[in-house]
């Protein structure tokens, strides 16, 4: 099992910046993955930025230039920073952890519980 926590959320003002973190604990060693997504009011979860060993950071169009994802020390403590907030980010952002065991059938994932970010105009 796998515990995922996110944290950094608030309010702020359009311009503003904010940084997310995502923390994985408990069987963490087979780590794969780490998305961070976001869900607005009335809308589909859709994914933001991701990261895999091995492999370029993932970002979305709307945020290419402003987020930044990027690990600590292990794909265990995940961050991201996000620059230029606007409006349209205002959002419940969710953090995806997946686990590639080699026991593992298939990939396993977990998710948190959110953190909401509002941006003001």
């Known amino acids: 099992q796998v515990h995922v926590v996110e944290s950094g959320g608030g309010l702020v003002q359009a311009g503003g910046s904010l940084r997310l973190s995502c923390a994985a604990s408990?069987?963490?060693?087979?780590?794969?993955?780490v998305g961070w997504y976001r869900q607005a009011l009335g809308k589909d979860r859709e994914l933001v930025a991701s990261?895999?060993?091995?492999?370029?950071?993932y970002y979305a169009d709307s945020v290419k230039g402003r987020f930044t994802i990027f690990r600590r020390n292990s794909l265990r403590m995940v961050d991201l920073q996000m620059n230029n907030l606007k409006p349209d980010d205002t959002a419940a952002y969710y953090c995806?952890?997946?686990?590639?065991?080699?026991?593992?059938?298939?990939?396993?994932?977990?998710w948190g519980l959110g953190t909401q970010v509002t941006v003001s105009s």
């Open positions: 990261i895999t060993d091995g492999k370029s950071p």
């Open positions: 995806n952890t997946v686990l590639s065991c080699p026991g593992l059938p298939s990939p396993r994932d977990y």
């Open positions: 408990g069987d963490t060693l087979c780590i794969s993955e």
